[in-house]
């Protein structure tokens, strides 16, 4: 059984710091690119930064410079650290596991809020 477990979520003033985890079961890890996704109260849901295989990393132009992507192969996880925050930034996260085109998983998501 594929699993994405997300965490990290919560309740943070405008400026403030989280890290999402997102940790992968039963489906191989290294071999896949992974990627947050979030989607806000009536909005689409947009790729918010992504992680290949090799490392090469990417970025929504509304996050760089703030948050960070990363991956720990040998935990099977991928990280979102995620600074100076912004109310914007409020949004449900997901993580996405994929390879190739036609394999996709998707985790369950986890609310980030970003308020004072």
Do not use: H
Not at 83 to 99: G, H, I, M, Q
């Amino acid at each position: 059984q594929v699993q994405l477990v997300e965490s990290g979520g919560g309740l943070v003033q405008p400026g403030g710091s989280l890290r999402l985890s997102c940790e992968v079961s039963g489906i191989g890890f290294s071999v896949a690119t992974m990627a947050w996704y979030r989607q806000a109260p009536g909005k689409e849901r947009e790729l918010v930064a992504a992680i290949s295989p090799g490392g090469t990393t990417n970025y929504v132009d509304s996050v760089k410079g703030r948050f960070t992507i990363s991956r720990d192969n040998a935990k099977n996880t991928v990280y979102l650290q995620m600074n100076s925050l912004k109310p914007e930034d409020t949004a449900v996260y997901y993580c996405r596991w994929s390879f190739g085109a036609q394999r996709v998983y998707w985790g369950q998501g986890t609310q980030v809020t970003v308020s004072s």
